[in-house]
């Protein structure tokens, strides 16, 4: 039996079989392509920024469980929430105010804030006051950049992070579970610290808004609450400022909030947390780990009474 | 209605929590802190059953479906078996069986020592709840044991409201409902004693009874 090929196929139409081989490879930058162009140019992947020597080398959480367990009470207080509920939140135009005790009080662009110093990824514990833990890819630059263009006056002593509210895209605000906006605060050297950062991503891309976009403060030797969610002001003051978790629970919540083992939350013992994904717990460690960098800032201090 | 007939099925709805909890952590659909979710859910479903078994009697009554009565005794049971699995996720993957913890954690986190109250409040009322127990006891006795599971359920709302962190909306729905369960049986109770007092029970007789009337 004759069998014939036939010859209607031009040999230029045919594709070379390197290319063919990398066919989904192609599929793949296209959409790729066609779904950035659609985004506005902000939201493109962030890059992984550079390391940094602060990072920790522990595998960090899945992503599905760093986006999909967060406290985000403007959002609803159910941990699912704000996966759920958070992509409303209007995030262009999004100015940052820095004003209160210093010399040249801004307002900043989003925009701008990006251009503001190079992004470093910072691989960080995340301790919750709850008893659950996380190690999270930061993408974010130090605190003290932003800071240091405001120059703050010798008067100031503390910092206040005061997060957006956004009644109509955020449904949990219709409840007063808490006094809103939230409201964080650092004292002055804590904020200047080098392990303090604005994270604007994570996982090396654009921070989710569950995750607290565009910015979010993360202080990882402290309890989750003390990392502000989606900033819009930050005010320099003389005086400790008043948290919205401090007004909700005086007796249960301080200003510092250091992670703390020796320190009982009457909820929850803080001698061992859970690390979201393992099945057995862990030893909390004073200071989340970080004591060597940062216990020379509270030298003298009384960390139970000033807990 | 044959309540016979009816018991087979329901056991098999009362183990469908737990169905749901064993099922979800077999295929990791729990969310990221499974433990936590079947802790909670667990204890969720303690406190579900005890408001289920708390209206079985104002069902009854209103309805007059008097073999409604004859499920109370499982439905009951079943407080105390999910409120035995509550416990034990907590002794064990909060814990694991460190006593010494346990201890400090029951003597110093207030919603701990209710909820543990709870479960101690509890044993009694699983151990008397068969036939024997309540012949051995007689009806007034094994009634007036029982009766503390209004105060279980007190606690038990309770332990729930200390225990969250800021949004008490939850606790306070369970206490609403508690709140009707309850008030409900103190309506009643206002309502038979007003009855007993005005002799609406005495024999007609011939001649004047003056009735002995209690009014607010």
New interface residues.
């Given amino acids: 039996m004759l069998i014939h090929r036939t010859q209607d196929i031009a040999p230029s139409n045919i594709t070379p079989r390197a290319l063919f081989d990398r066919r989904r490879e192609f599929l793949r930058l296209s959409a790729g392509a066609a779904l950035a162009g659609l985004l506005p140019s902000a939201e493109a992947k962030l890059g992984p920024g550079r390391p940094s020597p602060y990072s920790i080398s522990d595998t960090p959480t899945a992503l599905?469980?760093v986006t999909?367990?967060n406290n985000y009470?403007e959002f609803g207080?159910d941990?699912?929430d704000p996966a759920r509920t958070a992509g409303a939140l209007r995030l262009r135009p999004w100015t940052l105010s820095i004003e209160g005790l210093v010399k040249q009080p801004k307002t900043l662009g989003i925009e701008d804030i990006l251009k503001l110093a190079p992004l470093e990824e910072r691989i960080y514990r995340l301790r919750c006051v709850?008893g659950?833990s996380m190690v999270i890819p930061w993408l974010g630059f130090p605190i003290s950049s932003l800071l240091k263009l405001v120059e703050p006056l010798g008067s100031a002593k503390y910092v206040e992070f005061i997060s957006a509210v956004q009644p109509e895209t955020m449904p949990g605000v219709k409840?007063r579970?808490?006094d809103w906006p939230y409201v964080e605060g650092l004292r002055l050297d804590e904020a200047m610290h080098p392990l303090a950062i604005i994270a604007v991503g994570l996982y090396g891309d654009v921070l989710p808004s569950q995750n607290g976009a565009p910015l979010r403060l993360v202080v990882p030797w402290k309890y989750g609450f003390k990392s502000g969610k989606s900033l819009a002001r930050i005010r320099l003051t003389d005086n400790e400022p008043r948290t919205s978790w401090m007004k909700?629970?005086p007796r249960e919540y301080g200003f510092y909030s250091n992670v703390n083992p020796e320190v009982?939350h009457?909820?929850?013992?803080q001698?061992s947390e859970?690390r979201?994904?393992e099945?057995?717990?862990r030893k909390t460690l004073m200071f989340n780990g970080y004591g060597e960098q940062v216990g020379q800032l509270y030298v003298g201090m009384d960390l139970r009474k000033q807990f | 209605m044959n309540p016979a007939l009816l018991k087979p099925p329901l056991l098999l709805a009362c183990l469908a929590p737990l169905a749901y909890y064993a099922w979800g952590l077999q295929t990791d659909t729990l969310?990221?802190?499974p433990?936590?979710a079947v802790t909670r859910g667990l204890g969720d479903w303690a406190l579900n059953f005890l408001l289920i078994t708390l209206s079985v009697t104002p069902l009854r009554k209103l309805s007059g479906w008097t073999w409604l009565g004859r499920l109370r005794r499982m439905l009951g049971l079943f407080v105390f078996f999910y409120a035995t699995l509550h416990l034990s996720t907590y002794l064990w993957?909060?814990q694991?069986f460190d006593w010494v913890?346990i201890t400090?954690?029951i003597w110093?986190?207030?919603?701990i020592t209710v909820g543990m109250l709870c479960f101690v409040l509890l044993l009694p009322l699983a151990a008397t709840s068969n036939g024997f127990a309540l012949r051995k006891l007689g009806g007034r006795r094994w009634q007036a044991l029982h009766r503390s599971v209004y105060l279980i359920g007190m606690l038990a709302v309770l332990h729930y409201s200390?225990?969250v962190?800021?949004?008490i909306?939850r606790p306070l729905l369970y206490a609403a409902l508690l709140g009707i369960l309850l008030g409900l049986r103190g309506w009643w109770r206002v309502q038979e004693r007003d009855r007993q007092l005005s002799g609406t029970y005495l024999p007609k007789r011939r001649g004047r009874i003056i009735p002995i009337v209690v009014r607010k």
């Avoid at chain 1, 009457?266 to 013992?269: E, H, I, K, L, Q």
């Fill in positions: 599905k469980h999909g367990y009470y207080t941990k699912e709850e659950w409840s579970v808490l909700s629970a009982d009457p909820r929850w013992s001698g859970r979201i994904g099945f057995s717990k | 969310g990221a802190n433990i936590e993957f909060d694991f913890a400090k954690d110093k986190r207030p919603f200390w225990m962190k800021a949004d909306s």
